[in-house]
C-alpha cells in the first residue's frame, strides 16, 4: 500500500481528511437543546447517528468519497475523470444534505426563538459543534473534489 499512497495527490488527501473528520465528528452532538425550570437546568444533545438522516448520510456519503480516493489510487495513476465526478457528486451531495438537516432541525422552544419567562423557564436549542465541524469537512471535500475533477481534464460547464 506504500507504493501507492504516492498516487494520491494533496485534493485527494483532503478528501480522505474531510472523510475521517466528517466520522470523527459524527459522534461530536450535531444538536443541542438547553431547558431550565426554576433554576434545574438540563442539556440535550444528538450526534450525527442519533440527529436524523440527514445527519449520518452526510457523513457516510463524505466517508465514501475519501475510500474511493483510496480505492482509485490502489488501483491505477490515478483517478478518471469519471470517478472525480462521482467524487464530487458525493461531495456535493453531503454539503447539501447536511446544509438541509440543519435547517430542518426542530425547535425545542416551537419556533418562538430562545425563550426567557424571567427566569423560571428558559429553553434553547441549536447546532452543536459536530455539525460546524461536518460542514467543515464537506466544504473542504467539495473544494478538493473540484480542483481534482478539473485536474482529471475536465470543465464543470461541459
Not at 447517528?49 to 457523513?59: I, K, N, T
Not at 425563550?115 to 452543536?128: E, I, K, M, Q, R
Amino acid at each position: 500500500m506504500a507504493g501507492s499512497d504516492a498516487r494520491v495527490t494533496a485534493p485527494g488527501w483532503v478528501v480522505v481528511g474531510a472523510g475521517l473528520l466528517a466520522y470523527g465528528s459524527s459522534f461530536l452532538p450535531w444538536r443541542t437543546a438547553r431547558f431550565s425550570v426554576l433554576g434545574i437546568n438540563r442539556s440535550l444533545s444528538w450526534d450525527a447517528w442519533h440527529a436524523g438522516s440527514g445527519a449520518w448520510l452526510s457523513v457516510l456519503l463524505l466517508v465514501v468519497a475519501g475510500v474511493l480516493v483510496l480505492v482509485s489510487a490502489s488501483r491505477g495513476p490515478g483517478l478518471t475523470a469519471s470517478r472525480s465526478l462521482i467524487m464530487l457528486g458525493l461531495s456535493v451531495l453531503a454539503f447539501v444534505t447536511l446544509v438541509l438537516r440543519w435547517v430542518t432541525f426542530p425547535e425545542a422552544d416551537g419556533g418562538l426563538g430562545d425563550v426567557d419567562v424571567g427566569g423560571a423557564f428558559t429553553v434553547s436549542s441549536g447546532a452543536g459543534v459536530g455539525l460546524y465541524l461536518g460542514l467543515v469537512a464537506a466544504v473542504g471535500a467539495v473544494v478538493a473534489s473540484l480542483v481534482t475533477f478539473r485536474a482529471a481534464g475536465r470543465n464543470v460547464a461541459g
